[in-house]
């Protein structure tokens, strides 16, 4: 790493020097992206007090060094919209009171105008976008609305219009700008019928699978979201960072 970067990585994480301790308790949790980065960094510290439904696709190793009987993990490819049966059935015997949304994936290596490879847009829209509706028409279907109390989407700021001014990234912006209208949207709907909030969060920037030059560790990513969750504040239809500004949309 050259010193420019190391500088830049420290003034990043000196925004996030204060420590964060709020706890989640005795909540049935549903994690997609729960073998990877930041899921896995929320998995890993909610198991010990909560039942985790944890959601993965190719890296269930990743899962292994989980051990607790509050822990269940459900194979899933997200983008298959055809099939869904496990998660489908674990929504029946579980009531899931709070889902974190974090599968993702950014897509294909380039994505200029030139070059979009239009089959991998239409699965990343399934995954990074589409998949939260489907699980919760899911839940919807099988009668466990009542239950789900708040909903959180993990988005980009690359998915807000308004901050874009770098273009490029068709398939990841697409992506993300339609979880953010997605999620805001069940900000107002299911605010409405249910009572469940939804917050719409970007949680900038991470080392992770995806991001694997990032500054902030996924364990501190992981703090500063479950402080979020648990804030006073309802935060319901707003997209901000994890430190709980405001991104416009
Ligand atoms: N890291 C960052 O700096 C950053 C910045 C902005 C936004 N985000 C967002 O944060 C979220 C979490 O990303 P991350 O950085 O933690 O990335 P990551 O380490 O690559 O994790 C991605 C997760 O998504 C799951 N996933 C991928 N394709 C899937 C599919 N077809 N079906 C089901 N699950 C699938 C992966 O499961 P398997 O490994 O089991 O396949 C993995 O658990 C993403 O939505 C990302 O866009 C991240």
Known sequence: MGLRTFIKKKIYNLKFSKGKHSEIKNKTILITGASSGIGLGLCKKLVKYNKIIAIYNKNLPNLGDIENSNFIS???????MDNYQ????????NNVELIINCAGQFGSSSQLISNIDFNNLINILKLNSLS???????IYQ?????YLKKIINLTSRAGSIELND??????YRTSKSTLNSISKNLSVDLKKQFGIST??????????????????????????????ICDNKDHNGAFINLLKIKMPW
Do not use: H, R, W
């Open 74 to 80: 459900v194979k899933c490819d997200l983008a298959d």
């Open 86 to 93: 496990n998660i489908e059935k674990t929504i029946l015997d």
């Open 132 to 138: 939260i509706l489907k699980i919760l028409q899911l």
């Open 142 to 146: 099988n009668n466990k609305m009542n």
């Open 166 to 171: 770098k273009g490029n990234l068709y398939v």
């Open 199 to 228: 917050i719409t969060i970007d949680p900038g920037n991470v080392q992770t699978g995806m991001n694997q030059k990032g500054f902030l560790s996924s364990e501190k990513c992981a703090e500063y979201l479950i402080d979020i």
